[in-house]
């Protein structure tokens, strides 16, 4: 889906909104969306592209989304964190493309009435995002080598255990 | 015979050389477009940890497919 710079969904009720981004993603402009007199928390968690993995030196790397699943499966996603912690508002962006050591690859931000909905929405969506949304990650290391995390590299060992991590 | 539309994605997509590809097939559910495909293609991954769809939803393995679905084959997930 590189190449498509923008892909979101809007639900109606509550504010719930997940989006495929090929730019970097305004972490900042995404928390003051969620700004709610109502909200007496806000809990937000980004994932950075990490230098190593496995002993293996990363360099960068190269996000593939299938967006319209990734839209219609998020909007499950966030939807069943809403039933299961009912927030007021619930923001998500996943990046494609290519990345480099530092930046943030997905940003998920809750605002809720008290704190605990906040921490534990954001802690299940991202856990949720991570199992089911058809995003595949390629590393790229410092050796030139690369590889798709969970497949190739996975061959001979428990490939549950790692797409547990 | 039935003529599937396949798409592949990530290193589905590498394994097979293309993003698409056009195939007639016995084929009755998604999983035997899955080992169709994986013949094809010399791929070894098992489908235990990847996911179908089927005209543009999420399907399971044992999900009927018929004359003229595009079938989608991801790989192992790796959002985040």
Known sequence: ?165 | MKHITVRYFAVFREHAGTGEEALELEANTALDVFEATRSRHGSQEPNGHCKVAINDQMANWDSPVNDGDTVLLFPPVAGG
């Open chain 1, 1 to 165: 889906m590189m190449g498509t710079p923008y892909c979101c969904s809007r639900r109606s009720r509550v504010v719930e909104l997940i989006e495929v981004s090929a730019t970097p993603i305004d972490t900042a402009a995404l928390k003051r969306s969620l700004a709610n007199p109502a909200a007496g928390g806000f809990c937000e968690f980004e994932g950075w592209v990490r230098n190593e993995n496995e002993g293996h030196e990363v360099e960068r790397l190269e996000y593939e989304a299938y967006a319209p699943l990734v839209i219609v499966e998020g909007e499950k996603v966030l939807a069943e964190a809403q039933e299961r912690f009912p927030f007021l508002a619930a923001r998500c962006v996943h990046r494609v493309g290519l990345l480099e050591i530092g930046e943030c690859a997905v940003w998920i931000g809750v605002a809720s009435k008290h704190r605990d909905e906040a921490f534990k929405a954001c802690r299940f969506i991202i856990d949720e995002i991570k199992l089911r949304l058809p995003i595949w990650k390629k590393e790229h290391y410092a050796n030139g080598d690369s590889g798709w995390v969970n497949c190739e590299r996975c061959a001979g060992r428990g490939i549950a255990d790692k797409i547990a991590d």
